[in-house]
């Protein structure tokens, strides 16, 4: 059974830090992509930032450039979003999803696997 599980989130003070993770099981974690995006309450869905199974960053959101790194674990068939200088407007779900390719999308669609998300709340 593929599943993908994020955790981590939580509610924090503008300009903290939090790191997320990303689970995987079911599929061959080292050949899918994993890409991160956010929901906020009344907007659509925005990709953030991929890596590649090559270990290349992709940053897609150019308000997280700098601010958010990811990276990924092969072995422990993990992924992590470190996330730093958080502000309100970081305020959404977040999600993960794996996408069997060796390249990047910022589509939400264009994933094969996608996980349900975990909360993030920034407070000024």
């Known amino acids: 059974q593929v599943q993908l599980v994020e955790s981590g989130g939580g509610s924090v003070q503008s300009g903290d830090s939090l790191r997320l993770s990303c689970s995987a099981s079911?599929?061959?974690?080292?050949?899918?992509?994993i890409g991160w995006f956010r929901q906020a309450p009344g907007k659509e869905r925005e990709g953030l930032v991929c890596?590649?199974?090559?270990?290349?960053?992709?940053v897609y959101d150019a308000s997280v450039k700098g601010r958010f790194t990811l990276s990924r674990d092969n072995a422990k068939n993990m992924a992590s979003l470190q996330m730093s200088s958080l502000n309100s407007d970081d305020t959404a779900k977040y999600y993960c999803?794996?996408?069997?390719?060796?390249?990047?999308?910022?589509?939400?669609?264009?994933?094969?696997?996608r996980g349900q998300g975990t909360q993030v709340t920034v407070s000024s």
């Open positions: 999803a794996a996408r069997h390719s060796l390249v990047c999308n910022s589509n939400w669609d264009a994933y094969d696997f």
């Open positions: 079911g599929f061959t974690f080292e050949n899918y992509a």
């Open positions: 890596i590649t199974t090559s270990n290349k960053e992709i």
